[in-house]
């Protein structure tokens, strides 16, 4: 592996959720479920880059760009209503589900340490 990837192993975590999408949505004929991946900053806990699976590059990129800077060991309940308020499309509370899903499972894993 290249320093450039042992940097980005040493600095970031890699974080993942998903949900089910709508059914009869775009997302769901392509993917079946909303996935969300993103590289949490070991020392901040800041999301540092975001992903989501959706058919359309252009909420790939609102996702990435709302979503980006949050520190999720802050509350998420902002986050969860700006999504709602700023993503008005059918997968929007699948989206909310998966971050939620993501979000706990970094939780738990700060919390054993």
């Known amino acids: 592996m290249n320093d450039t990837g042992n940097e980005i192993i040493d600095r970031y975590i890699l974080l993942g959720g998903s949900a089910n999408a709508?059914?009869?949505t775009g997302v769901?004929?392509?993917f079946n479920v909303i996935s969300v991946s993103m590289l949490i900053d070991r020392e901040t806990h800041c999301i540092h880059n975001a992903q989501i699976n959706v058919p359309s590059?252009?909420?790939q990129q609102y996702f990435s760009a709302l979503v980006?800077?949050?520190?999720v060991l802050d509350s998420t309940n902002e986050l969860?209503?700006?999504i709602r308020k700023n993503i008005m499309t059918s997968s929007?509370?699948?989206?909310?589900?998966?971050?939620?899903?993501?979000i706990l499972r970094?939780?738990?894993?700060?919390?054993?340490?």
């Open 92 to 102: 929007n509370n699948a989206i909310v589900q998966a971050l939620k899903m993501a």
């Open 57 to 59: 590059k252009l909420t």
């Open 68 to 71: 980006e800077g949050f520190c």
């Open 22 to 24: 709508p059914k009869e």
């Open 80 to 82: 969860y209503q700006s």
């Open 106 to 113: 970094y939780r738990d894993k700060i919390e054993e340490k």
């Open 28 to 30: 769901h004929n392509v």
